[in-house]
DNA sequence: AACGGAACCTGAAAGC
DNA sequence: TGCTTTCAGGTTCCGT
């Protein structure tokens, strides 16, 4: 299956764009790569024996003429591995990623404007930033000091440039972490996320815990404060005096 | 169209 | 010491 498609073949380019990485052939083919939850590429030795939760291996050749051989480690499979020819669906559909492309305020605005989903929601949805899960909108919205259960549409002017503040200052902590743990382990830097039931490390009141679009939330119901949407009247319930 | 909830899996940690 | 429950860095499907 993978190997038949890949083998003997030369890879020409290796991109990531949100939580999916593209590998592309010389022939045009290209394996696309989800970590899911618990998915990991590791390198090991070409003998290595094969691991307890190792789903694929790419054996390969470097352009130093070593021998490397990538492992793919899933233990809970919810990672996925696809080859295909063109670009897959998921792949195109992907919004910008902070990283490769920036965040731009006003179209993140627009984005979140036409959503009614709750804020954190909208901000976890792939097409309207590549790459932001339930660490990053959680950690972004505690510095934005928003609570993540305001509808997407009902933020103030302003929010949304606090928003995008508190990711790249959550984005630049765990890029930060990812160094320090060196890829092994787990360094927690987080000021919410996994932290429900003890101090808000701004305020001092307990981290509460919600469950926000089947995901745990955690965020402070002192210090991020709740927006809503204003009542407009509209002509339906105004103006005509009932007889 | 958009929402909540369940399903997909395994493993670690907490609770009893 | 078990045995059970809960929770987990994500996505997709299904019913309302």
Known sequence: MLGRALAGKRVRDVIRRGKWLRIELDDGARLFSHL?????????DVDAPKERSERARLDLVRTDGRRSSVRYLDSRRFGRLIVANEDIAEW????????????????????????????????????????????????????????????????????????????????????????????????????????????????GSTLARVVLAGRGTTFCKRCQVRRRVRARATERHIGRPHP
């Open 36 to 44: 899911g939850m618990t998915g990991n590429w590791v390198q090991r």
């Open 92 to 203: 195109k559909k992907l919004g910008p990623d902070p990283l490769a492309d920036g965040i731009d305020v006003r179209s993140l605005e627009e984005a979140l404007g036409r959503r009614r989903r709750a804020v954190k929601d909208a901000l976890m949805d792939q097409s309207v930033l590549a790459g932001i899960g339930n660490i990053l909108a959680t950690e972004a919205l505690w510095q934005a000091r928003i609570d993540p259960r305001s509808r997407s549409d009902a933020l103030a002017p302003g929010d949304v440039g606090k928003i995008v503040r508190g990711l790249r200052w959550a984005i630049r902590k765990e890029l930060a972490a990812r160094d320090v743990a060196e890829s092994e382990g787990w360094v927690d830097v987080f000021s919410a996320y996994g932290h429900a039931g003890e101090p808000c490390p701004r305020c």
